[in-house]
């Protein structure tokens, strides 16, 4: 949703004042959309509202620790090949005095080449396991450390798209 001011001028793009993203993992995984905003909880309730109203669902709040996060970006990742994502952000919000967020951008493809020396992809076995998705993220924070110099701990997010 974009807003422009009353007095802005002709020129003056519109601002960005909320975002939605209805989404879920390819259709060969198991799951319900994930509905992700960001804006004013007015306005997302106005939109979940009429999503409600127009498509007979109901939404609720999804709490995500860092493990499912990890498990989350990896099988996003693993599906690279088939849903095309454009980029793995990552973010670590890091325990300084004042508290230091970070975003870790990843090119899709490093990823993925990242995530398939891990994990096959001529594997015969479809199954991903905790020391792999571990192995993925130790690999992207060990990356990261390595240009600089900076542990990342105590994730809080991850986006992709």
């Known amino acids: 949703i974009q807003s422009k001011p009353v007095f802005a001028a002709a020129a003056d793009a519109p601002k960005v004042v909320w975002r939605g993203w209805l989404t879920s993992l390819p259709p060969d995984f198991v799951s319900l959309p994930l509905f992700c905003t960001s ?7 106005l939109v979940k509202s009429w999503f409600e109203r127009a498509f007979d669902c109901n939404f609720g709040s ?66 991903i396991d905790i020391k792999e998705v571990q192995s993925f ?8 450390f390595r240009h600089f110099k900076i542990y990342l701990i105590n994730r809080s997010g991850i986006n992709t798209s």
């Open 39 to 45: 804006g004013p909880e007015a306005l997302t309730t």
């Open 62 to 127: 999804l709490a995500l620790n860092s493990t499912t996060l990890n498990w989350l970006a990896a099988l996003w990742t693993g599906c690279h090949p088939t849903c095309n994502i454009r980029h793995l952000k990552l973010a670590w919000s890091l325990p300084t005095q004042p508290p230091l967020d970070v975003s870790y951008t990843v090119n899709p493809q490093d990823a993925w080449e990242l995530w398939n020396s891990i994990h096959p992809e001529e594997s015969t076995d479809d199954r």
């Open 137 to 144: 993220i130790n690999g992207l924070e060990t990356h990261f």
